[in-house]
């Protein structure tokens, strides 16, 4: 397992950031986004803490990953849930902890922080290693589905 330091990400990451999401939606949905679409969504995101914040994992010098938290209030539960969302994790750096070490620290602040009740992701059907590193870090499927319903922009 290599060494991952895991640190908050910063408005200078945001061409970091956004050349992950452009290759995650590439990778996972075969959808070629806009990387201006992609630079505004980031951009804005840092610009307004209430929407989520993001972490970067680093090795060795090198970002090695990242990913963006928002959070979701359960009135059934009364409290928060963190949704990990924008997971990416360049292929060099698969199957080395990256990913685990991002989640313990998601883990981690969310105990720290108090009224956080849950973790929750959503991960494409067909990704099967990514099913299988999160529940190695403890999570499970729930028996829902994801519907949206998507407007033009």
Not at 104 to 115: D, H, L, M, T
Request: aromatic share 12%; hydrophobic share 40%.
């Amino acid at each position: 397992m290599t060494e991952v330091h895991i640190r908050d990400a910063v408005a200078d990451d945001c061409e970091t950031i956004a050349g992950f999401q452009e290759a995650m939606a590439l990778e996972t949905e075969g959808k070629p986004l806009g990387a201006t679409l992609i630079r505004d969504g980031v951009s804005n995101a840092f610009a307004d803490p209430d929407k989520g914040f993001y972490l970067l994992a680093e090795t060795d010098g090198t970002v090695a990953g990242s990913l963006f938290v928002t959070k979701e209030w359960s009135d059934w539960r009364d409290g928060w849930f963190w949704w990990i969302q924008s997971v990416f994790v360049p292929t060099q750096f698969r199957r080395r902890g990256v990913y685990r070490a991002l989640h313990q620290e998601v883990r981690a602040r969310a105990k720290a922080k108090g009224g956080v009740i849950g973790i929750r992701l959503y991960v494409e059907r067909e990704n099967d290693r990514a099913q299988e590193t999160y529940r190695t870090v403890g999570m499970s499927a729930t028996p829902y589905l994801l519907f949206e319903e998507e407007f033009d922009r």
